[in-house]
């Protein structure tokens, strides 16, 4: 009920009938789902920024604690810094070199490498006793679930666009080489020790 007091309109306190609020509850309800889209659509690219972000972290905690790998991990970083560009921008070639660049990590720390599974047990040792003993080694978990955030991301980022399978295959192959050979180019130059991950990698095994 409403009436006028100085000529203005004043509401009342008046009951809703039932049909009003099943009906303000259905456009809220579509409202709710009309945002929801957007923000899955958006997904892979916040997977590909924060677990970048998260690895650069990583990479930059790893060269304050040892100095000898800091321009080895700059160089580094910034194949991740190309992807998270390349990403937000909508290229695909951002997909096929941060699946290139993460899922090399992911692959040697598993296989190449005993570097993950370091990490778990100081991850393990610190649950159970409470004491950290090596927090260099303990990076390597978040750095590890990091990189397969990116490699998930671009994985989604990829499918959910319109797709060009042959041609996407060799641009695939040409950004895997390319990747692989930066990173083994930065390895020669600034930590030729590292080089000795690359046979390993052909011989995979598990720790």
């Given at each position: 009920?409403?009436?006028?007091?100085?000529?203005?309109?004043?509401?009342?306190?008046?009951?809703?009938?039932?049909?009003?609020?099943?009906?303000r509850?259905?456009?809220?309800?579509?409202?709710?789902?009309?945002?929801?889209?957007?923000?899955?659509?958006?997904?892979?690219?916040?997977?590909?920024?924060?677990?970048?972000?998260?690895?650069?972290?990583?990479?930059?905690?790893?060269?304050?604690?040892?100095?000898?790998?800091?321009?080895?991990?700059?160089?580094?970083?910034?194949?991740?810094?190309?992807?998270?560009?390349?990403?937000?921008?909508?290229?695909?070639?951002?997909?096929?070199?941060?699946?290139?660049?993460?899922?090399?990590?992911?692959?040697?720390?598993?296989?190449?490498?005993?570097?993950?599974?370091?990490?778990?047990?100081?991850?393990?040792q610190?649950?159970?006793?409470?004491?950290?003993?090596?927090?260099?080694?303990?990076?390597?978990?978040?750095?590890?679930?990091?990189?397969?955030?990116?490699?998930t991301?671009?994985?989604?980022?990829?499918?959910?666009?319109?797709r060009?399978?042959?041609?996407?295959?060799?641009?695939?192959?040409?950004?895997?080489?390319?990747?692989?050979?930066?990173?083994?180019?930065?390895?020669?130059?600034?930590?030729?020790?590292?080089?000795?991950?690359?046979?390993?990698?052909?011989?995979?095994?598990?720790?």
């Amino acid at each position: 009920m409403s009436d006028k007091v100085n000529g203005h309109l004043r509401l009342e306190n008046t009951p809703v009938s039932p049909i009003t609020f099943v009906t303000r509850t259905q456009v809220n309800f579509c409202a709710s789902s009309y945002v929801s889209p957007r923000i899955v659509s958006k997904a892979p690219e916040w997977l590909i920024v924060v677990g970048g972000c998260v690895f650069i972290l990583m990479l930059s905690l790893s060269a304050y604690w040892e100095p000898g790998i800091r321009w080895l991990h700059f160089f580094q970083a910034w194949m991740y810094v190309t992807t998270i560009v390349l990403c937000l921008r909508g290229n695909s070639w951002g997909n096929f070199i941060g699946f290139s660049a993460a899922g090399l990590w992911i692959y040697a720390n598993v296989f190449a490498t005993t570097f993950f599974l370091n990490g778990l047990q100081q991850l393990s040792q610190w649950v159970q006793t409470g004491h950290l003993e090596r927090a260099d080694l303990l990076i390597a978990v978040p750095a590890w679930f990091s990189n397969l955030l990116v490699v998930t991301g671009c994985v989604w980022g990829y499918f959910r666009v319109p797709r060009q399978p042959l041609r996407d295959a060799v641009r695939f192959l040409v950004t895997f080489v390319l990747t692989t050979g930066f990173f083994a180019l930065d390895m020669a130059i600034f930590q030729p020790r590292y080089l000795a991950l690359f046979p390993r990698m052909l011989h995979p095994h598990l720790p």
